[in-house]
C-alpha cells in the first residue's frame, strides 16, 4: 500500500491540526495504521496507531488526551487529530502501515511509510 500524508501547517501554541494519511489499494482495511513523528535533531518516535477495523488505538504519553487517530476504511484514510497543541509538538509526522496483526508502537513492524508532513506549533 502506498501513502501519503497531508494536513500539516503552521500553528499556534493551543491550536489544532488534523493530518490525513491517505492510502492507494484496495486493502486498506487489513492494515494497522501508525502515526510517528521526527523533530529536528531527535530520532523518529511513536505517536499514535489504530487497528485494522478502528477497535483498538494506542498512543505515547505525550499524545494521549490531546490527539485521537481515527480512520474511515471506505475512504481508504486514517486521520491524526491532534488538539492543544504545543511548541514540543512540532515535527515531521510521518503515517506508517503494517499488514494485519496488533497495533504496534515500533518502526520496524511497518511495512509502509508516507512521505511525511510538516508540523509547527509557534509560541
Known amino acids: 500500500v502506498q501513502l501519503q500524508a497531508s494536513g500539516g501547517g503552521l500553528v499556534q501554541a493551543g491550536g489544532s491540526l488534523r493530518l490525513s494519511c491517505a492510502a492507494s489499494?484496495?486493502?486498506?482495511?487489513?492494515?494497522?495504521v501508525g502515526w510517528f513523528r521526527q523533530a529536528p535533531g531527535k530520532e523518529r518516535e511513536f505517536v499514535a496507531a489504530i487497528s485494522w477495523r478502528g477497535g483498538t488505538t494506542y498512543y505515547a504519553d505525550s499524545a494521549n488526551n490531546r490527539f485521537t487517530v481515527s480512520r474511515d476504511n471506505t475512504k481508504n484514510t486514517a486521520y491524526l487529530s491532534m488538539n492543544s497543541l504545543k511548541p514540543e509538538d512540532t515535527a515531521v509526522y510521518y503515517c506508517a502501515a503494517r499488514r494485519g496483526g496488533v497495533v504496534s508502537t515500533s518502526m520496524s513492524e511497518y511495512d509502509s511509510w508516507g512521505q511525511g508532513t510538516q508540523v509547527t506549533v509557534s509560541s
Open positions: 489499494g484496495r486493502t486498506f482495511s487489513s492494515y494497522v
